[in-house]
């Protein structure tokens, strides 16, 4: 949902900032006069070199990026705290606002994330952005009306061959819920096909593989999913069902303990409750 674009302002900042410290620290060594006049001026330029590095939209997009990196390692909450910092600094880029957007929605802050689409619906968006604003839309109509279908509405005017990343992620996750499996598995290939790497677009084809029938297609993916870049409580569960189908019941029942320690995002598919059925109904066929 959030690039790694447009943070070297932060980089060079931290070197400035730093060449400041060193800068008259030698001139203090070489016993050089101006030490003292530069070393007099430190409040001042301390002062400018903080209030720029806050007012700069570097520094929001820079905790947007490792708020990303949280979330891919299911940290949601540490991911909260800091796109909820990045979105109160000044100068925040709209791109940040609406990833903020869609980390209080992972978090299930629903009313939360609505003011913030509200706030966001006001502000001028680029075409990538507009894409990612209705994607973030769709994925909170879902989870408001608890219609899939009322989500898909969202992103029923934008052209596919001008989507991003997420509008094709948010209508593969809504497809394999509301439409016919081999549809949902089309446009979840064809996803995939764009972005390979994306584990929210290897997580719904994982889902659709296995709801088409298609077992091994779906391991294959989940073992790459599981090793590259961590498996999903989702993917965790629809891999129970197969080990179910292929008889390996003390298989389904750790893969199941694995969805239910997983930790889960409000845009999970499967409930955790369904989660805890299957699991036991796992481990009284195993006995």
Known sequence: MYSKKAVYFNYKSFAASFFLLLFPAALVMLG?????????LYPILGGVVIAVIIAFPGLPRLLAINANADLKLDK?????????????????PVSVHIFAAYVLILNGMLDEAKEKIDEIRLMEMSLPEKSKYSATFALLDWLRSGSAEKGLEKLAEINRRGADEAVYYVAGKLMNICREPAEARKYN?????MHPGNRGIMENLVISYCRTGQDKDAKLLFRNLYYDLKATSDSFYYMAGIKIKENKK?????????????????TCIISRSEMEKRLKEAQETSI
């Open 76 to 92: 949601f909450k540490d991911a909260l705290k800091k796109v909820k910092t990045a979105g109160r600094l000044p100068f925040a």
């Open 250 to 266: 003390s298989d389904a029942v750790d893969f199941m303990k694995a969805a239910l320690e997983t930790e889960e995002a409000s």
């Open 32 to 40: 050089g006069s101006m030490a003292v006049a530069t070393l007099s």
């Open 189 to 193: 290939e064809e996803a995939m096909e």
